[in-house]
């Protein structure tokens, strides 16, 4: 069951897989890790400040975009030591979670 803390914390998690990516990952990929990481960073301050309305289609839809993209963060830094493709999957986790971002910033507005 989803509540008002949900967004805060969907955001939190994918920040701290960003970090992590980051710190793994090198040029422009490492960069946009970082931007990511520090503008969800800030949505989730901004989300834990406000009382947000969790029952409404836009909420679901931000948290169910975090959690896709947390779990392609997840994906990705496993397969960082496994695979030649891991660039490839790191900015998979770029792309989605950018689009996440930008949903949550729309529940934010």
Same mark, same amino acid.
């Given at each position: 069951m989803?509540?008002?803390?949900?967004?805060?914390?969907?955001?939190?998690?994918?920040?701290?897989?960003?970090?992590?990516?980051?710190?793994?990952?090198?040029?422009?990929i490492?960069?946009?890790c970082?931007?990511?990481?520090?503008?969800l960073?800030?949505?989730?301050?901004?989300?834990?400040?406000?009382?947000?309305?969790?029952?409404?289609?836009?909420?679901?839809?931000? /948290?169910?975009?975090?959690?896709?993209?947390?779990?392609?963060?997840?994906?990705?830094?496993?397969s960082?030591?496994?695979?030649?493709?891991?660039?490839?999957? /790191?900015?998979?986790v /770029?792309k989605?979670a950018?689009q996440?971002?930008?949903?949550?910033?729309?529940?934010?507005?």
């Amino acid at each position: 069951m989803m509540d008002s803390h949900e967004l805060a914390e969907t955001l939190t998690g994918l920040a701290s897989r960003l970090n992590n990516l980051m710190v793994d990952t090198t040029g422009s990929i490492s960069r946009e890790c970082s931007d990511l990481e520090d503008t969800l960073t800030g949505q989730a301050m901004a989300a834990i400040a406000r009382d947000l309305d969790h029952t409404t289609s836009q909420y679901l839809s931000a /948290v169910n975009a975090l959690n896709e993209a947390a779990l392609e963060a997840d994906a990705a830094a496993a397969s960082l030591d496994r695979t030649a493709r891991s660039i490839e999957a /790191v900015a998979k986790v /770029v792309k989605l979670a950018g689009q996440a971002s930008m949903l949550a910033a729309k529940v934010l507005a």
